[in-house]
């Protein structure tokens, strides 16, 4: 008998107990189902719309699921050579946000800021802005070059960061086409800020 087939888990270290663990698709190496969850609950979401078509991926430290559990070629196509795309910025011992799209290769953005789900009366401008992610992410415009939305977590529970962005060959005609549908950058860029 040999204990040499015995596999550690990636994230944490511990001990896996042979046939009952799952695998780190971004490391390409043995992962618990715990490492596994809770890498899941704070990933980013990287959502992709073109001509009516909507993909959604979850991008964390140690998995990327799209919604067959793949890690789709729209991905793979942005991130360049490493998969281990998912990025933390640090503002202070206590605070900090996600920061994955410096990671992404060929893309412009076009805005970026914060939303939240929870605006008060000073924050009207992020229920525009929610309502604008709504629309688009109901396939309301059949957006004509492929356009990005990168969520991300923040250190405030309520807030969360975002990215509004397109390849950079695109970037002239989606700026266009933004004007012409009624959401110019200029607007985007204040709803975010
Ligand atoms: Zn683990």
């Known amino acids: 008998m ?3 087939t015995q596999q550690k888990c990636v994230g944490c270290d511990s001990i896996l107990d042979e046939d009952d663990y799952t695998y ?41 699921y799209d919604e067959d559990a793949e890690i789709p070629d729209f991905l793979t196509k942005i991130a360049g050579d490493s998969l281990d795309v998912r990025k933390w910025t640090k503002t202070d011992a206590w605070r900090g946000h996600g920061s994955t799209i410096e990671n992404f290769k060929g893309v412009k953005v076009l ?12 924050h009207q401008r992020k229920i525009k802005f929610n309502n604008f992610l709504n ?29 509004f962005f397109t390849e950079e060959r695109y970037e002239s005609q989606v700026t266009e086409w ?4 009624g959401y110019p950058v200029s607007v985007l860029k204040e709803w975010l800020s």
């Open 178 to 181: 933004l004007e012409e549908i």
């Open 111 to 122: 805005a970026s800021g914060w939303t939240t789900g929870w605006a008060d009366e000073y």
């Open 24 to 64: 780190s698709n971004v490391q390409d190496k043995p992962l618990c189902y715990g490492c596994e969850e809770s890498d899941l609950q704070g990933a980013s979401t990287l959502v992709k719309v073109h001509g009516g078509e909507i993909d959604r991926v979850r991008i964390g430290d140690y998995v990327i």
């Open 2 to 4: 040999t204990t040499e």
């Open 135 to 163: 629309e688009i992410g109901e396939g309301e415009y059949a957006t004509p070059f492929p356009i990005y939305v990168l969520l991300e977590q923040t250190s405030n529970v309520f807030s969360q960061g975002v990215d």
